[in-house]
């Protein structure tokens, strides 16, 4: 909400790198309104979901450089099917083997897959919104695409050409199960975090 994007040193004590203008939502090349996510396609380049108010995916490389950026505001349904336009940028994740971006279109209810450049390929129907509510998206080494769905309250997984693989998780309060899983990512050794938006809680997974 603060419209910015920090990078700190690993330790937390410093900050290293600003994105955006704190405070100050815009759309121009130092403002953002409102961002989510980030994916990082290797060592020297990333790209941001910006994001809730804005409708636009941007790339950078490591020192915060745009090299490129795309995505239009779309018509405010949730039956927007045009390439490119967006109702809630939500996730982003990237496949560095095939140097793919793929794009949550999370008010459409589906993925949209873009060459690292913005050259719009494909798209997915993720299914009907409601009940599906897809927030965040990652992207393994094995080009699975997991998607955290909060209609459902299960990480739901899909192959390379969009298809549905597996799913998994259950609703509530206990231990090991969801509810708002809003942001997930793994660790070096493959564990699972889970962050969620209804507890306010994070879960780990081994």
């Known amino acids: 909400d603060n419209h910015a994007v920090h990078k700190f040193s690993n330790d ?17 090349d130092t403002h953002f309104r409102r961002p989510t996510f980030l994916a990082f396609m290797d060592a020297d380049t990333f790209y941001l979901a910006d994001g809730y108010d804005n409708t636009r995916v941007i790339k950078y490389d490591m020192e915060g450089n745009i090299l490129a950026q795309w995505g239009e505001e779309g018509d405010g ?13 939500h996730g982003i994740a990237v496949n560095p083997e ?20 913005g050259v719009f390929l494909d ?23 997991w998607a955290a769905d909060q209609g459902s309250h299960k ?22 199960c969801m509810w708002g899983v809003h942001g997930f990512h793994t660790d070096s050794e493959g564990n699972l975090y889970t ?10 997974y081994t």
Do not use: A
């Open 77 to 89: 349904s949730r039956n927007e099917t045009r390439p490119g336009y967006w109702n809630n940028v």
């Open 12 to 28: 937390g004590t410093e900050l290293l790198m600003t994105l955006g203008t704190p405070g100050e939502p815009g759309t121009d």
């Open 123 to 145: 798209q997915w129907d993720m299914g009907p919104r409601p009940p599906i509510n897809i927030h965040d998206i990652y992207m393994g080494d094995d080009g699975i695409l």
């Open 195 to 204: 962050s969620e938006v209804r507890t306010g809680r994070t879960q780990k």
């Open 98 to 117: 095939t140097r793919l971006v793929y794009v949550n279109d999370r008010n459409n209810g589906r993925v949209q897959v873009f060459d690292e450049n």
């Open 155 to 176: 990480i739901v997984g899909h192959d390379p050409n969009g298809n549905f693989i597996y799913s998994w998780g259950t609703f509530g309060t206990c231990q090991g």
